[in-house]
T-cell receptor
């Protein structure tokens, strides 16, 4: 079983839809990261959180430490949101960052 | 300009040649990382460094060498490139003031696409 799992693996949405990407992990963590990577592009940090909820524009990230689960929500999705979204955790036992496999999002006009 | 820069962005080399990928950051971040990204594998850690003169192996270190004589630079060298090292390489850094490498925002370079023929 992978230490960081994401669902769904692939997601296609119509412009304007509300999108949720899920991340679950099985290790102790210092923080959880949501990253965005556009096709052929670099990797950008969207959020780092260790509790509760953060919001930036149309993006919202939540984390439930007890359930070891995080969600990334995109409201009013837009074609420019099309990218791979990667969940990563700062694991504490071995002090390493573990990346999830990514969720590929395509938003259709 | 402030930030994290990688060079070269694109490199084509031949099997057996030595290649060095450069990474430079201007924030004085303690932690620096080298990852490779391949289809079907996601991001895999090659080496990381917690501070100048401190480096440690990651998940896939074989065939790679790193050094960190200055806080701002973290070069990655492929001593004798192989076709299996064809990949996109990302350098990243984080502040490291919270005791864990993953406890601060990760900042990535733009990536270096390496092709080994």
């Amino acid at each position: 079983k992978n230490e960081v799992e994401q669902s769904p693996q692939n997601l296609t949405a119509q412009e304007g839809e509300f999108i949720t990407i899920n991340c679950s992990y099985s290790v102790g963590i210092s923080a959880l990261h949501w990253l965005q990577q556009h096709p052929g592009g670099g990797i950008v940090s969207l959020f780092m959180l260790s509790s509760g909820k953060k919001k930036h524009g149309r993006l919202i990230a939540t984390i439930n430490i007890q359930e070891k689960h995080s969600s990334l929500h995109i409201t009013a999705s837009h074609p420019r949101d099309s990218a791979v979204y990667i969940c990563a955790v700062g694991e504490t036992s071995y002090d390493k960052v573990i990346f999830g496999p990514g969720t590929s999002l395509s938003v259709i006009p | 300009d402030a930030g994290i820069t990688q060079s070269p962005r694109y490199k084509i080399t031949e099997t057996g040649r030595q290649v060095t990928l450069m990474c430079h950051q201007t924030w004085s971040h303690s932690y620096m990382f080298w990852y490779r990204q391949d289809l079907g594998h996601g991001l895999r850690l090659i080496y990381y460094s917690a501070a100048a003169d401190i480096t440690d192996k990651g998940e896939v270190p074989d065939g790679y060498v790193v050094s960190r004589s200055k806080t701002e630079n973290f070069p990655l060298t492929l001593e004798s490139a192989t076709r299996s090292q064809t990949s996109v390489y990302f350098c990243a850094s984080s502040k490291g003031d919270r005791g864990f490498s993953g406890a601060n925002v990760l900042t990535f370079g733009a990536g270096s696409r390496l092709t080994v023929l």
